[in-house]
């Protein structure tokens, strides 16, 4: 068995189980796209046609393992102020609606009343400080006419 073979295998078992098929719709499947129901018995170009049968019914073969996705904030207090941000960004209610906004913001506007303002959202860790980051973006999102549930 190839390296070719057994990644399409592979990549034909993550397809199914991205669309929730259990080994019996996943055979019936194979049959449908080759004439034939088990994988062992497939050449790759069957198995190239499983794999396309399987994107027609919506499979993504796309993975980043997680690289360009910023990671999720440490905390639900900083989580909810990344989705307020978000949800201002957009009603078009900010000039710069990315995390670099958000810090940008939180410095512009605490950075008087606080001893010091960490570079990023994130390393916040002051229940206080969170809190009154969350009442201004509150107060933004009700001027800015942002339902806030």
Do not use: Y
């Amino acid at each position: 068995m190839t390296v070719a073979t057994r990644t399409l295998q592979r990549m034909i078992h993550v397809g199914c189980r991205q669309l929730g098929l259990d080994d019996d719709t996943r055979r019936d499947l194979q049959l449908v796209a080759t004439g034939k129901a088990s994988m062992s018995e497939m050449t790759e170009a069957d198995l190239r046609k499983v794999v396309a049968a399987l994107k027609d019914r919506g499979f993504s073969t796309r993975f980043n393992g997680g690289k360009n996705r910023p990671a999720l904030a440490p905390r639900a207090d900083l989580r909810f102020v990344h989705v307020l941000w978000k949800l201002l960004g957009e009603a078009g209610a900010l000039k710069k609606p990315g995390r670099d906004g958000l810090n940008a913001f939180i410095r512009s506007r605490f950075e008087g009343k606080w001893q010091s303002v960490p570079i990023d959202i994130d390393a916040l860790r002051d229940a206080g400080q969170i809190n009154d980051v969350t009442r201004a973006l509150k107060d933004m999102c009700r001027r800015a006419g942002v339902q806030v549930t």
